[in-house]
């Protein structure tokens, strides 16, 4: 009896505890919502509305010279995105991981484009002198890195026909021959290159194609 009354308060003080923790657990999710300004919804996933305002300054530098109104760059920024929430959560279903080499790698790319800058430290002065905050600079490069990684994830996948490397061959021939002192090499020398250049062109296509379809399915709902 006394065993059995045991087994008993151990049962009940397990459920107990289950239960506050689960209680708190909501109770500081809730809180930390509350505390979030929340944009829209994409497919259940909640976007924050600082990462709508990031969009917007990008569009707006982006189509700087159109001349096009609040309510077009907002429309644009926000399709933006949701694009971008698209393509997080096809980076997540096709079970990819972004490593920390992924994004340093992305990070050093961005680094080498910007001539003046020798350092990572070097490059956010310099963006931040373009109007780029430091936090857009990190969005970006996380945001390209998972890009990258997508499509090189896509292109193991992708076939090439000889015949397709043929074709890109004497287009390059042809244009070469257009122009004073382009030599083109042969194509034995060039083929791997060539084939991996057109395996991702088509992980590129196969990426919005599917983001286009994931675009038109998508459960947008504005909060």
Not at 59 to 73: I, P, Q
Not at 116 to 124: H, I
Not at 157 to 174: A, D, G, M, P, T
């Amino acid at each position: 009896m006394e065993k059995k009354n045991s087994n008993n308060y151990f049962i009940f003080f397990y459920v107990f505890f289950i239960s506050l923790f689960v209680g708190i657990f909501f109770l500081f999710s809730g809180i930390r919502d509350e505390n979030i300004d929340f944009l829209l919804s994409v497919n259940g996933e909640k976007i924050e509305k600082n990462k709508f305002i990031t969009h917007l300054n990008q569009v707006k530098r982006d189509f700087s010279e159109e001349n096009l109104s609040s309510k077009d760059l907002k429309k644009k920024a926000i399709e933006k995105t949701i694009r971008r929430t698209l393509l997080g959560q096809y980076f997540k279903e096709e079970g990819i991981r972004l490593s920390l080499e992924d994004i340093e790698r992305m990070f050093s790319s961005f680094v080498l484009k910007e001539k003046r800058a020798e350092t990572k430290e070097d490059f956010f002065e310099i963006m931040e002198i373009k109007g780029f905050s430091r936090g857009e600079v990190e969005t970006e490069v996380l945001f390209r890195a998972k890009e990258e990684k997508l499509i090189g994830h896509l292109m193991r996948n992708i076939e090439v026909e000889k015949s397709e490397i043929e074709k890109r061959y004497n287009k390059l021939k042809k244009e070469a021959d257009n122009e004073e002192n382009i030599d083109i090499l042969p194509l034995y020398e060039i083929e791997e290159k060539l084939k991996k250049k057109i395996r991702r062109e088509k992980a590129k296509d196969k990426i919005i194609k599917d983001l286009d379809k994931k675009r038109e399915e998508a459960e947008i709902i504005f909060l």
